[in-house]
């Protein structure tokens, strides 16, 4: 049983190590030429990439093994139910809600954007918007497969918001709200809640999964982007009232 667990662990510390050789080099060159650190700061950056390595190792084993199989699970438990028109969106959204504070890349976000504002945007409040905003992005992916209409129909609508939102919103929400996009994608979004999207599309008549169970990440990058745009907005206007 344990061993059936490491089966194919090779191809993934292969694939690993494509990942971290290139940033090592860089790294190398940049000591060698240009950064110059010394003995200790060296030695505390291998042990942090060895440190990585075994945990992009294990994680992604684990994904193959466990959160791929538990997703698509899931998801045809779910699809196969009756009434799924109501009861995937509100559970996708709370599996967004779950997924988005467990997500480490969005908690470091909210730590980088709480300690360069001086805490005026807390990292609490950045983690529940982007919390509601995955929670939607998930909810309007289980309709859009339940229902059957096209991506373009969420994610044309969408961007235009987002970009008329940008010549509203607060300045300092924009990039954060672009950069939330990207790290909404994270490794919980990305290989768990996909999976139960693709198992609903299996199960559900006259779905097909490579059609309707994807594109739902494209919604969980836009997502975020409008509520953090909204947030500045909102922002914006408590501080206009303050003056």
Known sequence: MIMA?????????YE???AIVPLLIFFLVFQFFFLKLELKRIKDIVIGLIFTFAGLVLFLQGVEVGFFPAGEAIGEILGARDNTLILLPALGFLFGLVATF???AIRILNYEVEKVTAGSISKNVMLITLSL???LAIGLSMVRIVVGFPLWYLILPGYILAFILVFLS???FISIAFDAGGVATGPMTVTFIMAIAVGV???TEGRDPLLDGF???ALVALTPILAVLILGLLFKAKE???T
């Open 170 to 172: 607060s300045d300092r």
């Open 240 to 242: 206009r009232s303050n």
């Open 16 to 18: 690993v190590t494509l």
């Open 5 to 13: 667990l490491f089966e194919g662990i090779d191809h993934v510390i």
């Open 201 to 203: 599309a299996e199960v």
């Open 215 to 217: 594109g739902m990440i």
């Open 133 to 135: 905003g995955v929670g």
């Open 102 to 104: 467990a997500e480490p």
